[in-house]
């Protein structure tokens, strides 16, 4: 019988696995951390070609005549569409120009902008919109659409 036989792990062979672990946590965070910014990213620009899409069908409804009602600057707006001061992570510029581009007709042009803080794929833990110091700042990300109107008679 041996009564000297070892029972377990040595503190330097704990350290040396937890050293070891560390180091492949090390090179697959990056990796993660892009992968995770690509999905999010991805996301917003689906939900902002949404918005662009939401507000030209609203504008569908509306009278020909009063298209020019529809134009708007710089809103804020949340995930879903609705106007969210100061808590607007896109921000939504629609332009109306009559008799363009031919005579009788109308372009509508819709621009939502992405709040440039989801490049990082934390930025649902660290959005600068939960500090109260700072706010979303916008870099040119964004999607855009066009739509031509124009006024018909039914006979």
Known sequence: ???????GMSIIETMIAVSILAMIMAAVFPLTDQTLGRIYMSRDHYVAATICQARIERARRVP?????MM?????????????????G???RTTTVQTD????????MT???????CTKWGWRRFFHPLKTETRTCAFT???EKMTFLFTEYEMR
């Open 140 to 142: 040119g990300i964004q």
């Open 71 to 87: 134009a708007e600057k710089d809103s804020l707006i949340d995930d879903f569409g609705n106007l969210a001061v100061p808590d």
């Open 1 to 7: 019988m041996h009564w000297n036989t070892k029972h």
């Open 89 to 91: 992570r896109f921000r």
């Open 64 to 68: 020909y005549q009063d298209l020019s």
């Open 100 to 107: 363009t581009p031919v005579e009788g007709m109308t372009q």
């Open 110 to 116: 819709v621009i939502t902008d992405i709040c440039c």
